[in-house]
């Protein structure tokens, strides 16, 4: 039986394709529309969901939406008679669109879906799941356990913020859940509006920003928004939020109890966006902890598993781990709507078809989230020809010699792999490497190549046989969903000098033997490489550490800031030749930007991706 997921029209839209049970493709649409976190229907991710199983849309047996459109609706219309009149301006808005597309959205999805195949003699049946129940499939049956507690926590689904499952065998049983407006989520994203950055986009912004900053409002924010429990659950005080009825997060009383109004994007960040930042992080993190453990409580279960968009922040699972609640935890590495698409097939498979679930408790089944395109050497080779690049084709074992040796060197490499990655996080399919070790790296990395603010931090890819000797960290973490310290005998201290420093002056002292990839805070979000589902960039990093001693590369996404990471040969070509990437690799091809032909003499370019 084959399956098509589809998650759209909110954000991050995506499709998956399950097959008695095994996911065999899965990608967002952004990386095929070039628009970041699309919400559209996510046409060109179906196609080529379909495309990689060689199969036409008539041959799908059914089709899985991730939300059910009446409850969402009926959820917005209690809303605002509840606020009414405040919510009059927001209504107005939102109601054409509900009423022209949203309420029809079964007949939205079969014309989208007919468009994919026309000649098609009939669609296959149409199902829909509730949000947080996708996220949970997502998390459960993807994940290596056979009994887990399952928490979810996003901004909102349909009513549901926050919810705790048990998943069993081929089941998911609802516990109880936390309701609209009362979210944790948007009570992040409202403090990432607060701080000039985009919702639903810069909220892993405002976690790199928060160790440079001191959590001084931590107890103005428990005072006056969140009314938080014992066991983890809260609520919101909406007096101060402007989501619920109107078309910004935050208020004039917000802004007065922070005393002034939003940041504007793109102006100089301050002590006080670094503060606000860490407190609100420490705020997450404590709210996490305290559902975590009441799960654990409540659940006979030994293992966890966490989607929706919370569980992005992966400052928040390290420190879960780290407490020792559970034997093991599991995030899906698409946790946001992304994941839906992928969760929602896998709910069909399991719930509604009632079809047996097998985990070994050890190995999940995303297949290290290696589940979007591939290219083949003739089809580079065209691509590089159109381009009129300079190549040279070596063997695998050449190739990763060589790239060691460009590595060692300072070098940074575009690095084109294999399956793309399903999911926001690079794992070395589509990624940016280079040499953790230079304590420049960082700094140039983000403002020569990334084009984006220097404070960000990047993740260190490690040999998985190798990341306890590097991290404080016992266990795979293969999906970047884990923060943990840099071993303290790698640690560099620092100066008395050093330690008056406040804010972003922070972000050039070298904190460790890998200056690139430790954070202000001596911690890293650690990627763990695994040569059973990356063998290439497992033996690249192998023949680095013999180089150099390091069993560490710096990777980051390849891609500049504002656009999706990239998906074909044609886009990471585009993206070596703008910015400062010195080789680019694609498969057994290597190029290096010196034997390329003359770049784009300006960086007019840039205005093709709205800035995140």
């Given at each position: 039986?084959r399956i098509l997921g589809i998650?759209?029209y909110y954000h991050d839209s995506?499709?998956?394709?399950?097959?008695?049970?095994?996911?065999?493709?899965?990608?967002?649409?952004?990386?095929?529309?070039?628009?970041?976190?699309?919400?559209?229907?996510?046409?060109?991710?179906?196609?080529?969901?379909?495309?990689?199983?060689?199969?036409?849309?008539?041959?799908?047996?059914?089709?899985?939406?991730?939300?059910?459109?009446?409850?969402?609706?009926?959820?917005?219309?209690?809303?605002?008679?509840?606020?009414?009149?405040?919510?009059?301006?927001?209504?107005?808005?939102?109601?054409?669109?509900?009423?022209?597309?949203?309420?029809?959205?079964?007949?939205?999805?079969?014309?989208?879906?007919?468009?994919?195949?026309?000649?098609?003699?009939?669609?296959?049946?149409?199902?829909?799941?509730?949000?947080?129940?996708?996220?949970?499939?997502?998390?459960?049956?993807?994940?290596?356990?056979?009994?887990?507690?399952?928490?979810?926590?996003?901004?909102?689904?349909?009513?549901?913020?926050?919810?705790?499952?048990?998943?069993?065998?081929?089941?998911?049983?609802?516990?109880?859940?936390?309701?609209?407006?009362?979210?944790?989520?948007?009570?992040?994203?409202?403090?990432?509006?607060?701080?000039?950055?985009?919702?639903?986009?810069?909220?892993?912004?405002?976690?790199?920003?928060?160790?440079?900053?001191?959590?001084?409002?931590?107890?103005?924010?428990?005072?006056?928004?969140?009314?938080?429990?014992?066991?983890?659950?809260?609520?919101?005080?909406?007096?101060?939020?402007?989501?619920?009825?109107?078309?910004?997060?935050?208020?004039?009383?917000?802004?007065?109890?922070?005393?002034?109004?939003?940041?504007?994007?793109?102006?100089?960040?301050?002590?006080?966006?670094?503060?606000?930042?860490?407190?609100?992080?420490?705020?997450?993190?404590?709210?996490?902890?305290?559902?975590?453990?009441?799960?654990?409580?409540?659940?006979?279960?030994?293992?966890?598993?966490?989607?929706?968009?919370?569980?992005?922040?992966?400052?928040?699972?390290?420190?879960?781990?780290?407490?020792?609640?559970?034997?093991?935890?599991?995030?899906?590495?698409?946790?946001?709507?992304?994941?839906?698409?992928?969760?929602?097939?896998?709910?069909?498979?399991?719930?509604?078809?009632?079809?047996?679930?097998?985990?070994?408790?050890?190995?999940?089944?995303?297949?290290?989230?290696?589940?979007?395109?591939?290219?083949?050497?003739?089809?580079?080779?065209?691509?590089?020809?159109?381009?009129?690049?300079?190549?040279?084709?070596?063997?695998?074992?050449?190739?990763?010699?060589?790239?060691?040796?460009?590595?060692?060197?300072?070098?940074?490499?575009?690095?084109?792999?294999?399956?793309?990655?399903?999911?926001?996080?690079?794992?070395?399919?589509?990624?940016?490497?280079?040499?953790?070790?230079?304590?420049?790296?960082?700094?140039a990395m983000n403002l020569k190549?990334?084009?984006?603010?220097?404070?960000?931090?990047?993740?260190?890819?490690?040999?998985?046989?190798?990341?306890?000797?590097?991290?404080?960290?016992?266990?795979?973490?293969?999906?970047?969903?884990?923060?943990?310290?840099?071993?303290?005998?790698?640690?560099?201290?620092?100066?008395?000098?050093?330690?008056?420093?406040?804010?972003?002056?922070?972000?050039?002292?070298?904190?460790?033997?890998?200056?690139?990839?430790?954070?202000?805070?001596?911690?890293?979000?650690?990627?763990?490489?695994?040569?059973?589902?990356?063998?290439?960039?497992?033996?690249?990093?192998?023949?680095?550490?013999?180089?150099?001693?390091?069993?560490?590369?710096?990777?980051?996404?390849?891609?500049?800031?504002?656009?999706?990471?990239?998906?074909?040969?044609?886009?990471?070509?585009?993206?070596?030749?703008?910015?400062?990437?010195?080789?680019?690799?694609?498969?057994?091809?290597?190029?290096?930007?010196?034997?390329?032909?003359?770049?784009?003499?300006?960086?007019?370019?840039?205005?093709?991706?709205?800035?995140?």
């Amino acid at each position: 039986m084959r399956i098509l997921g589809i998650s759209a029209y909110y954000h991050d839209s995506a499709a998956a394709l399950v097959r008695d049970g095994t996911i065999v493709a899965a990608a967002q649409e952004e990386r095929f529309s070039r628009k970041k976190h699309d919400a559209r229907f996510p046409r060109g991710a179906a196609a080529y969901c379909l495309a990689a199983e060689g199969v036409k849309l008539r041959e799908i047996d059914v089709v899985v939406f991730y939300d059910k459109p009446w409850l969402k609706f009926e959820r917005m219309l209690e809303t605002y008679l509840g606020y009414a009149p405040r919510g009059l301006a927001s209504f107005l808005t939102a109601m054409p669109l509900w009423l022209k597309e949203k309420l029809n959205l079964r007949s939205v999805l079969e014309k989208e879906l007919r468009a994919l195949d026309p000649e098609a003699p009939k669609l296959a049946p149409l199902l829909f799941t509730e949000h947080h129940q996708a996220h949970a499939a997502s998390a459960f049956f993807a994940s290596p356990f056979q009994r887990a507690a399952v928490l979810c926590l996003d901004g909102v689904g349909e009513w549901a913020t926050t919810s705790l499952w048990l998943g069993a065998d081929n089941e998911l049983t609802p516990c109880w859940e936390v309701d609209f407006p009362h979210s944790l989520g948007l009570l992040y994203s409202a403090f990432t509006y607060y701080t000039g950055f985009k919702v639903n986009s810069g909220e892993y912004k405002v976690m790199g920003l928060a160790p440079y900053g001191e959590p001084r409002y931590v107890d103005l924010i428990y005072r006056h928004l969140i009314d938080l429990k014992a066991d983890g659950t809260f609520r919101l005080n909406t007096d101060y939020f402007n989501y619920a009825t109107g078309l910004t997060m935050t208020n004039e009383r917000f802004h007065a109890l922070f005393g002034g109004p939003p940041r504007k994007p793109e102006s100089p960040l301050t002590q006080r966006e670094m503060d606000l930042a860490a407190s609100i992080q420490a705020v997450t993190e404590e709210v996490v902890a305290r559902l975590a453990r009441t799960a654990r409580r409540e659940i006979d279960a030994e293992y966890l598993c966490l989607a929706g968009g919370v569980a992005l922040n992966c400052v928040a699972n390290g420190k879960l781990l780290r407490e020792g609640l559970f034997r093991d935890l599991w995030v899906q590495p698409a946790a946001g709507d992304a994941g839906g698409a992928v969760g929602a097939a896998l709910a069909a498979w399991h719930i509604h078809h009632r079809q047996p679930r097998h985990s070994n408790g050890g190995t999940d089944s995303m297949d290290g989230a290696f589940l979007g395109p591939s290219f083949s050497d003739g089809e580079i080779a065209q691509s590089l020809a159109a381009s009129g690049a300079v190549y040279r084709r070596l063997d695998d074992d050449a190739l990763c010699s060589e790239v060691a040796r460009i590595l060692a060197e300072g070098k940074v490499v575009g690095w084109f792999q294999g399956r793309m990655e399903f999911g926001p996080r690079a794992l070395g399919s589509r990624s940016i490497i280079g040499d953790p070790r230079k304590p420049e790296m960082q700094a140039a990395m983000n403002l020569k190549i990334k084009f984006r603010e220097s404070f960000r931090p990047f993740a260190p890819s490690v040999l998985a046989e190798r990341a306890s000797d590097i991290f404080e960290l016992d266990r795979p973490s293969p999906y970047m969903a884990l923060v943990a310290p840099v071993k303290e005998s790698l640690r560099i201290p620092m100066t008395e000098e050093q330690q008056r420093l406040f804010g972003i002056d922070k972000l050039n002292v070298p904190r460790s033997s890998v200056p690139a990839i430790t954070h202000v805070d001596y911690s890293a979000r650690i990627q763990t490489v695994h040569r059973e589902t990356n063998q290439r960039f497992h033996e690249l990093i192998r023949r680095f550490e013999a180089l150099t001693g390091c069993p560490v590369l710096v990777n980051t996404s390849f891609n500049v800031r504002g656009e999706p990471i990239v998906c074909t040969p044609e886009q990471a070509y585009r993206c070596f030749m703008r910015t400062g990437i010195d080789f680019l690799v694609l498969e057994n091809f290597i190029l290096a930007k010196d034997d390329q032909p003359a770049a784009e003499a300006d960086d007019s370019w840039r205005r093709e991706f709205e800035l995140d």
